[in-house]
């Protein structure tokens, strides 16, 4: 069974029905429930998910137990790997969290990542330079990929 972490662009996605990836992302949603796909997320995107309006917030943490997500616990690990992607010149310090998803996914020992964030996660530079950190560090180097790529 694929082993995927969600990060927080997914959730927010299967709320905005008029975007581009809603449908394919609540197709992804739909493999988790019938557990085609074993679904992972974090206690990082429970924090970013918290900074959501009512009655947004509420939709999408109501996500991760209709889902039966599990979530992964903060690791020391993950923190220390974005900080080796923020001296790579990957992802901006400003954006910490966005390279604390991509670290969890390889700590965890993800297939992949899903990601709807084009700025920092999902792009080919971030692609690239995070599977050469991965196997330098003894990771496993999960794809960072759409819904699209996953159904």
Do not use: W
Request: proline share 3%; glycine share 2%.
């Amino acid at each position: 069974m694929l082993k995927v972490y969600i990060e927080t662009t997914i959730f927010n996605r299967y709320l905005e029905e008029d975007r581009e990836y809603n449908i394919e992302t609540r197709k992804l949603f739909q493999k988790i429930l019938v557990k085609e796909i074993e679904a992972y997320s974090s206690t990082y995107v429970i924090e970013e998910l918290n900074k959501a309006p009512e009655p947004k917030r509420t939709e999408m943490l109501n996500l991760i137990q209709k889902y039966e997500m599990t979530v992964l616990e903060i690791d020391q690990r993950a923190y220390d790997l974005s900080r080796i992607y923020i001296e790579m010149g990957i992802i901006p310090e400003k954006f910490i969290v966005d390279g604390i998803h991509i670290a969890m996914a390889a700590i965890h020992n993800m297939d992949c990542i899903i990601s709807l964030n084009f700025s920092h996660i999902n792009k080919l530079k971030t692609k690239m330079a995070t599977e050469i950190i991965h196997k330098l560090k003894g990771y496993n180097n999960p794809f960072i990929c759409t819904p699209m790529e996953v159904i």
